[in-house]
């Protein structure tokens, strides 16, 4: 319900905005990315609603490390991965900058002789500040290069378009609400964690448009696409669905959690260096293997 809650959404949305005349680099910039990180969202706001705090920090997390080591990994291996100049020098370092931001704002002990560690209301608003630099980049982005925005998009009757949105959201409140619930009762029937569920589970859920939109760019032989759907999609969990989190719930840090935001970094960090690795900027096919073999050990640790 979740997913394609989200597709209708974009779906409905999309095809609305063409009719009404609407440039396909503001729908591109808009409806198409917030759609895609629509799961994570949602989830996320019931979570953090709900007090269920280590699902909210589980899932950013989650989501990222899946993106990362997951979804390119797979895409890797079914066709090395070129990347662009911009991704390579401007959106993977930011990504990278948006782990190190996580690991500064959740480490109050460290930084600031705090009793506790917490991701705060003040810290969620600074990741909406940066959120808000990253969509005017953004936005300079595809003003200088239009070409690349473009968006297949359907267009429907007004009353049509209008029903996808409907059922879009109810598809995405409804799933996003038993995601959490469910979440909750199989940590509390297995004794996992609510970290642990998040981290599993719920991420690689609501990571699967991202899998799947990857995927099918990669099949397309359309690979930048590829590389900047997992980037922007960490850049958007940590700035804006993180930071909408903490805006509406301050978000307690256990320590068992910096095992999870550094390796977020440690992700990033050999992403970036990958591309370096042979000729021009690539993502071969054995370091997709390596993701693979990274991420799988890392949830063999988490379920052991």
Known sequence: MLIIGADKLVEGGSGLAVKLGIPNIVIGLTIVAF???APELVVNAFAAANNNTGLVLGNIIGSNLFNVLGILGVCAVIHPLKVKSNTTWIEIPLSLLAAVALYIVANDIFFDNADEN???RTDGLILLLFFCIFLVYNITLSIKSPE???V???IFPYWKGALFIVLGL?????GGRLIVTSAVSIAQSFGLSERVIGLTIVSIGTSLPELATSVVAVRKNKLDIAIGNVVGSNLF???FVLGISTVITSVPVLPSSFLDIVLNILAGLLLFIFLFTGKGRNLERWEGMIFLAIYCGYLYYLIQ
Do not use: D, H
């Open 35 to 37: 759609g895609t990180s």
């Open 152 to 154: 297949e998009a359907k």
């Open 237 to 239: 969990n940590i700035f």
């Open 170 to 174: 109810a598809g995405l409140v409804i």
């Open 118 to 120: 917490s991701i705060t």
């Open 148 to 150: 690349e925005e473009e």
